[in-house]
Structure formats: C-alpha cells, structure tokens
C-alpha cells in the first residue's frame, strides 16, 4: 500500500512539473525582424519575418526552437533568443518603430537593447564613471569607432554561420 501511495505522488509531482514548464503557451518576440522558419534549423526556409513585440502561441519546442503561432494563423519554428517570457517595454517597440524603421540606410542586424544601445553610445552614467575612473579618451574614441561601423545582413549571417553562434549553434 505504501509503494502504491508514493507512485501516486510521484505521478502527481511529475504532472505539476510538466505542467508548469508548458503553462507558458505565450512568448513576445523581443528581436527585431525575427524570423519564423520552416524547420530547426537557421538556413532553413523563411516563411515570415515578425514584428518585435508580436505576441506568439507556443505549440511546441525541440532543442533551442520553438514552435509558434503568428497572429496571423502562420505557424513555424522561432530560435528562443528571439522570444521573451514577457513583452517588451512600450518604450523599445516605440523606438524600433520610430527610430529603426526611419533609418532605412541602416543595415545592423542586432536585438534591439543592443541597438539602442549603440545608437545612443554610451550612457551619461557609463561616460561619468569611465572619467571618474581615469579611462583613456582613446577608449572612448575606438568605442565610438565601432559603435559607427555598419554591417550588412549578409555579414552578419556569414559571421553567425561561421561561428556556430545563437540559431546556428550546433
């Protein structure tokens, strides 16, 4: 009788965990331009790209991928460095709409803290705590440097690939 009172307990312990890891049935996409693809795989057909901030339906995961649903009915596979348990802050889906997509010269290809980030350089208070802590101005000039670099979506892709780094991670 014991035995049996503790596979039920089991059982029911079990269930809780495998309940709570899918009671997450909706992610936010927190990457601009993310794409939805036809498999797991980053070189894989790309049936649309979704807007950051779109609320997506989990239908399912395998590996770093999850399988979605667009508001739009599309379903497809979505990396998980592209989604978010919450939806992103009102202020960064107003700044990609009013500053990314004003900027159509712009090529960089990065999530969009990374760039604000870079658009901005750095913050009053990293630039006051650099000085504060003697950095060089050279620092901040080859800072600046690279945050003025621009890279085309076919680098970035090739530099990923190249890698093996976020979806095209093995």
């Known amino acids: 009788?014991?035995?049996?009172?503790?596979?039920?307990?089991?059982?029911?312990?079990?269930?809780?965990?495998?309940?709570v890891v899918f009671a997450q049935d909706k992610l936010w996409v927190s990457s601009e331009r993310a794409k939805l693809k036809s498999d797991t795989s980053a070189s894989s057909e790309t049936?649309?790209?979704?807007?950051?901030?779109?609320?997506?339906?989990?239908?399912g995961s395998e590996n770093r991928w999850y399988k979605i649903r667009v508001p739009s009915g599309e379903e497809g596979w979505m990396y998980r460095g592209t989604l978010s348990q919450s939806p992103p802050a009102k202020e960064v889906q107003e700044e990609s709409e009013n500053l990314l997509t004003s900027m159509t010269d712009s090529k960089i290809k990065a999530d969009e803290a990374d760039t604000s980030r870079s658009m901005r350089g750095l913050s009053r208070e990293t630039e006051e705590y650099a000085k504060?802590?003697?950095?060089?101005a050279s620092y901040q000039k080859a800072l600046d440097g690279v945050l003025a670099m621009r890279v085309s979506e076919d680098e970035l892709e090739a530099f990923l690939r190249q890698g093996k780094i976020g979806e095209y991670a093995p």
């Open 47 to 59: 049936i649309a790209t979704v807007k950051l901030g779109t609320e997506v339906s989990v239908l």
């Open 1 to 19: 009788m014991k035995s049996s009172n503790l596979i039920w307990i089991l059982a029911i312990c079990l269930g809780l965990s495998i309940s």
């Open 132 to 136: 504060n802590r003697g950095t060089p």
